[in-house]
């Protein structure tokens, strides 16, 4: 055997969520007969599920099923929740340590609604199993070697009979994600998507947005393609200078990456797509405009920045008037029915027209990857064995509320137990020694 390579009966490439949980699923089904190392570029474990949910981490949705997961991987998540159910991913927590609860919307979050109580606990396990753990170390290379997988890195090599490929995605490369995983695809002969960042800011072209920077407001934000609604969001939309954003532009954005990326919404081709916002929703356009002429009658010589007040965040009207070419200063009394109509309009419908794709550092997840067609129900690639691919090196990615990480965790939960088993199955037992 080499001695210029470490050896491993397993090593995990990435030490985000789906290589951790593999990791402690391993080497805890054969503590003491296995050998598990962790190897990750970055100088510490977790960078990623530290930040995640605003540092609280949403680990997982009880509302949990595949129609929340892009199109093209939904077969395969039906498998996967059908074995690992959101009541299951809690057990599994439980079983290393860590404690859950649910909000009123149904997400689950450590009970100590840390990030950092998930990572402690996956360190700890970690640490009573022996899985050996190397940061700062980066693989460039990955080869098959007879029945072995060969590791390089400048650091030093590696070797393994198993490997899971769990080096995540493109977005957030300041927090460890930067692309490694597609190359190490191209190094072992699988197919990749097109990649786009998800979950993110949505990049507009309007000069007068700086208008209403720091708005928050509760709207109906819809995107729409070729002039059909596609998908309507309910929640916060918040006004940025150079872009929209909030958790309903999030579940939106990864439509307007893919028209970007591909020229398509949902795999279908369309020319043009907008994002309108609702402010008013529980309003209709009829109650609006009575509404407005009511405030221009009793306060007839008000000036036209007064229309809103009461109704709506003021620097939200002010950006409505400019849009209509109205001056904020004019009085009241001196709006036209046509100018309330359209005010009232613009209420009910505001366009927002994306400019350009997001930015990968700041979208949350990658969309595209490695394609689902390449490996078996147990996250095993089908044209290399041994070799397992999990998280978001794969293409899959699901909207907010946990489900990105329910899907870190199952399949590094799948891995983990299936390349341990394959052991037990030949005794359980391997030479420990190095």
């Not at 397993?10 to 054969?30: M, S």
């Not at 916002?277 to 007839?300: C, T, V, Y």
């Not at 990105?404 to 965790?409: G, V």
Request: proline share 2%.
């Amino acid at each position: 055997m080499d001695k210029t390579f470490l050896q491993y009966d397993v090593i995990i490439v990435g030490g985000g969520a789906a290589g951790l949980v593999a990791a402690v699923c391993c080497a805890k089904k054969l503590f003491g007969n296995i050998r598990v190392a962790v190897v990750e570029k970055e100088f510490k474990l977790g960078k990623k599920l530290l930040a995640t949910g605003n540092g609280k981490c949403n680990m997982t949705n009880h509302a949990m099923s595949a129609e929340y997961y892009n199109l093209s991987s939904r077969d395969f998540i039906s498998k996967i929740l059908s074995k690992y159910s959101t009541d299951k991913i809690e057990a599994f927590w439980k079983s290393i340590g860590l404690i859950t609860k649910r909000d009123a919307q149904g997400r689950v979050y450590p009970y100590s609604g840390q990030a950092s109580s998930v990572l402690e606990t996956l360190l700890l396990n970690l640490n009573t199993f022996g899985v050996d753990v190397f940061c700062e170390t980066e693989i460039t290379e990955i080869r098959r070697f007879n029945k072995q997988y060969r590791l390089f890195s400048k650091k030093r090599n590696f070797a393994a009979e198993k490997v899971v490929l769990a080096s995540g995605g493109m977005v957030q490369p300041n927090l460890g994600s930067g692309g490694a995983s597609y190359k190490f695809a191209e190094d072992l002969n699988l197919k990749c998507t097109k990649l786009f960042p998800s979950l993110a800011p949505v990049i507009c072209s309007d000069s007068d947005l700086k208008i209403a920077k720091g708005v928050r407001t509760a709207a109906d934000v819809s995107l729409k393609a070729d002039g059909k609604t596609v998908k309507t969001e309910i929640g916060e939309l918040q006004i940025n200078e150079k872009n929209v954003s909030g958790i309903c532009v999030f579940q939106l954005s990864r439509m307007v990456n893919e028209y970007f990326s591909l020229g398509t919404v949902c795999g279908r081709k369309c020319a043009k797509i907008v994002i309108s916002a609702d402010f008013m929703p529980e309003f209709s356009f009829e109650e609006i405009q009575r509404l407005l002429e009511e405030k221009r009658r009793r306060f007839p010589n008000s000036l036209s920045s007064d229309l809103f007040t009461g109704i709506i965040n003021g620097k939200l009207g002010s950006y409505l008037l400019k849009k209509l070419g109205i001056d904020s200063c004019r009085e009241l009394c001196k709006l036209t029915d046509d100018n309330i109509y359209s005010l009232t309009s613009r209420l009910k419908s505001t366009e927002f027209i994306p400019s350009a794709p997001s930015g990968i550092n700041t979208a949350q997840v990658t969309a595209g990857g490695i394609e689902i067609s390449e490996i078996d129900k147990n996250m095993e690639s089908i044209k290399n064995k041994n070799l397992y691919i999990v998280g978001e090196a794969l293409d899959v990615d699901g909207v907010c509320g946990g489900y990105n990480l329910h899907w870190a965790f199952a399949s590094g939960i799948t891995a983990g137990n299936h390349a341990a088993n394959l052991y037990m199955k030949r005794g359980g037992k391997n030479d420990k020694s190095k």
